[in-house]
């Protein structure tokens, strides 16, 4: 791990088990695992070369918060051991500090549960094209930002590295993991979301749409897992600038995105090396948005 950011961890102690967009996932037994938040990037579905340094202890350390405030509504994948034990080898342990969960092993749901509460992203081209969002109608004349009638959730499928996300419809979703556990899913989703949005609200941040992912525990109980309500997760705005027809300024990846749309770039691997005025700009964002949704 140097200034440049950690980009991929290098544990010998524990095999690893998964190496994600952004994650890195390592066993520590045959009921808990190691996630360590890299600094990599994904944008597009696409890992970028370089990282942003730091970004990883943030989206942990606001990941974190979020999974203390909904505990009380929804089980979550944390476990109560202790990292010093898990990594006693020092130069281990710092690849791990303040940028890991340690987390029990769940039975992953085959979708992710994704909420919108603006049109924005994949939302509004679906829009353009169908006046619909995944099967949902919604009225015309709607423009870009604006924020829906009702929160919308649109669940979609998890794709492997390097692969995209596809939106599904609820029954699709219905006949994957059943219509009971669906509903479950549907209603904790969009509870989670709302309870959020009102709250970063308070703090002059829009919550645009989030994404949510659930596992099963040994009892088959639906449990929150991975990470919630992060700039990785999540499109931020800055209330105050926010206004129909345009994307609004944002305090996530959106900064990424929307410099990798100003190039020549088909959306597939290798990705383009970000310049350093985009890695500062999108850093800086992420310690805004921590500290706003954070601060009392």
């Known amino acids: 791990m140097t200034d440049a950011g950690l980009h ?4 010998t102690s ?3 088990a998964y190496r994600g967009k952004v994650r890195d996932i390592y066993t520590i037994d045959e ?5 360590i938040a890299t600094d990599r990037v994904s944008a597009f579905d696409v890992i970028l070369p370089n990282t942003i340094p730091g970004k990883g202890k943030l989206l942990t350390e606001l990941a974190l918060y979020w999974f203390a405030r909904t505990q009380s509504a929804v089980p979550n994948h944390l476990a109560a051991l202790s990292l010093e034990e898990i990594l006693p080898d020092t130069a281990e342990r710092a690849q791990a500090e303040g940028r890991c969960m340690i987390a029990k092993r769940l ?5 992710e549960a994704v909420v919108r509460g603006y049109l ?5 081209k679906d829009y353009q094209a169908t006046g619909a969002i995944c099967g949902i109608d919604l009225p015309d004349g709607l423009q870009q930002a604006d924020q829906l009638p009702d929160v919308l959730f649109t669940p979609a499928t998890k794709a492997a590295v390097g692969d995209h996300d596809e939106n599904i419809g609820f029954e699709q979703m219905v006949d994957m993991i059943g219509e009971p556990m669906a509903m479950q899913v549907r209603e904790l989703s969009l509870e989670l979301y709302k309870n959020a949005a009102h709250y970063a ?3 002059g941040i829009i919550i645009a749409d989030t994404k949510f992912e659930f596992g ?3 009892s088959g109980t639906v449990t929150l897992m991975d990470e919630i309500l992060t700039p990785d997760s999540s499109r931020f705005w800055d209330a105050k600038s926010w206004a129909p027809g345009a994307s609004p300024a944002s305090y996530d990846k959106q900064y990424v995105r929307d410099w990798l749309e100003t190039l020549d770039w088909n959306k597939e691997a290798p990705g383009p090396t970000l310049p350093d005025t985009v890695i500062a700009g999108t850093l800086s964002r992420y310690q805004e948005a921590l500290d706003r949704l954070t601060t009392k």
């Not at 991929?8 to 544990?11: E, R």
């Not at 009921?31 to 996630?35: K, N, S, V």
């Not at 924005?120 to 509004?124: A, D, K, L, N, T």
């Open 107 to 111: 039975r992953p749901l085959p979708i």
């Open 8 to 11: 991929t961890t290098s544990l």
């Open 14 to 16: 524990l095999p690893l």
């Open 216 to 218: 099963l525990d040994e």
């Open 31 to 35: 009921d808990h695992w190691l996630i």
């Open 201 to 203: 609200g308070e703090r």
């Open 120 to 124: 924005i992203g994949s939302g509004w």
